[in-house]
């Protein structure tokens, strides 16, 4: 089967800046890549496994992530507008300063990866789980999170990790 994102990688004239859009990507796995700063709009990915892949910088919009894993991916100061994870496993991941602007994180589990610094708002967190992760300094603004069928809402707060940590627990 052939990877067509590496393909598009392969292709790429590395002179300006990697855009990508309108794309669907299933069952790709995307291994040892160094994309920073790049732009990705309204792109699909599904089954698809992310490992050491840097894309520190880069900007997702209308992107959706279903059944995807991170697993050593640099996401740092990423800007995700409008995006979508669903059974996601994130692991030991750098999400530092990253910027989520209305999305949803569905059923998705993080595990060892750092998310101090992070940004959301109006976003919802829909039974995932935080596992000995980085959750310092989180602001957020217009947040629902969900555990059970039970929602809380959030307006504004400078500690949502703190939040979140606590609603992870199995209790």
């Known amino acids: 089967m052939e990877n067509k994102f590496k393909k598009i990688l392969e292709d790429f004239e590395w002179e300006e800046t990697f855009v ?102 109006e976003l919802e967190f829909v039974d995932t789980k935080f596992n000995n992760s980085n959750l310092k300094r989180i602001a957020a603004r217009s947040i629902k999170v969900w555990k059970l069928n039970e929602c809380t809402e959030i307006k504004d707060s400078l500690d949502l990790g703190n939040f979140l940590e606590n609603m992870s627990c199995d209790g």
């Open 20 to 121: 990508v859009g309108d794309q669907t990507f299933r069952n790709e796995k995307i291994i040892d890549e160094s994309i920073p700063c790049s732009v990705f709009g309204t792109i699909t990915f599904c089954d698809c496994d992310f490992q050491r892949v840097d894309l520190a910088g880069s900007t997702f919009v209308n992107c959706e992530f279903k059944n995807c894993r991170f697993k050593d991916v640099m996401l740092y100061k990423g800007d995700f507008w409008n995006a979508t994870f669903e059974n996601c496993r994130i692991e030991r991941s750098n999400l530092t300063r990253a910027n989520f602007h209305k999305g949803i994180f569905r059923n998705c589990i993080f595990i060892k990866s750092d998310l101090a610094g992070s940004i959301f708002s």
